[in-house]
């Protein structure tokens, strides 16, 4: 996706239905006014890109499936990120029209950075 290349996101791996961990290396550009520290809106951005990469996990091979739209984000900041940023993300529920989400971010020790919640509409064939 082009804007995840924009911001240096790459897939770690989907390897069940319904589950995907991203990560986010720590680059300069990405930093607040300290340049060491992860702006919380690249960690927002990473949970909301976890929480549809998990919703595209849980669809599979639908043939109706279409696409998804972030109906809602919830995002809680536990602590600093200053290394790379992992963000495992779980579905919660789904159904064929909602899907709802929650993604745990931690940085390169392991440390709970953030949490969120990320609620998508499912986008089917008409």
């Not at 961990?21 to 976890?50: C, E, K, N, S, Y």
């Not at 536990?78 to 779980?90: C, F, G, P």
């Amino acid at each position: 996706m082009p804007f995840w290349d924009t911001l240096g996101i790459e897939v770690v791996r989907i390897d069940e239905l319904g589950h995907a961990v991203l990560r986010l290396p720590m680059r300069p550009p990405l930093g607040t006014r300290r340049a060491d520290v992860l702006h919380g809106g690249a960690i927002a951005t990473l949970i909301d890109a976890a929480a549809g990469a998990a919703i595209i996990a849980s669809v599979g091979d639908d043939a109706d499936y279409v696409g998804q739209a972030t109906l809602d984000i919830n995002v809680s900041y536990l602590n600093a990120i200053t290394t790379e940023a992992i963000a495992e993300a779980r579905i919660l529920r789904s159904s064929r029209a909602l899907g709802f989400t929650q993604v745990e971010v931690r940085d390169a020790a392991g440390t709970l950075a953030a949490v969120g919640r990320v609620t998508y509409s499912i986008i089917r064939k008409a």
